[in-house]
Nanobody, 131 residues
Framework: VQLVESGGGLVQAGGSLRLSCAASGFTSDDYAIGWFRQAPGKEREGVSCISSTDYQTYYADSVVGRFTISSDNAKNMVYLQLNRVNPEDTAVYYC?????????????????????????WGQGTQVTVSS
């Protein structure tokens, strides 16, 4: 399984950016893709996730209303649209693959996107927001 993120870069506060995650090397049609981020000196945190089966989504409180996750299952692509970014969004953003779409409902129920539920990870893409 391979996950490749792209689309990161430098953006001014208030601006927008779209991250892409290309997934390959798996055959299941029941999975979840999560987006995580890690800022300098901080622990990695879950940002958003989406189910491949019913397109259920979940967003961390810090990004609700600003970020949008979407997917194109035919292309095995997942996107994260970042709008109205602020300097606190500066981080390396990772996408990860989890084995079941139901992982998203767990996140909805608990309010947490758990890293240990995701088996495969990309290398990350840097997002830097200037003030």
């Amino acid at each position: 399984v391979q996950l490749v993120e792209s689309g990161g870069g430098l953006v001014q506060a208030g601006g927008s950016l779209r991250l892409s995650c290309a997934a390959s090397g798996f055959t299941s049609d029941d999975y979840a893709i999560g987006w995580f981020r890690q800022a300098p000196g901080k622990e990695r945190e879950g940002v958003s996730c989406i189910s491949s089966t019913d397109y259920q989504t979940y967003y961390a409180d810090s990004v609700v209303g600003r970020f949008t996750i979407s997917s194109d299952n035919a292309k095995n692509m997942v996107y994260l649209q970042l709008n109205r970014v602020n300097p606190e969004d500066t981080a390396v953003y990772y996408c990860a693959l989890g084995p079941w779409g139901s992982i998203v409902r767990t996140a909805q129920a608990t309010g947490v996107i758990r890293e240990d539920e995701y088996d495969y990870w990309g290398q990350g893409t840097q997002v830097t927001v200037s003030s």
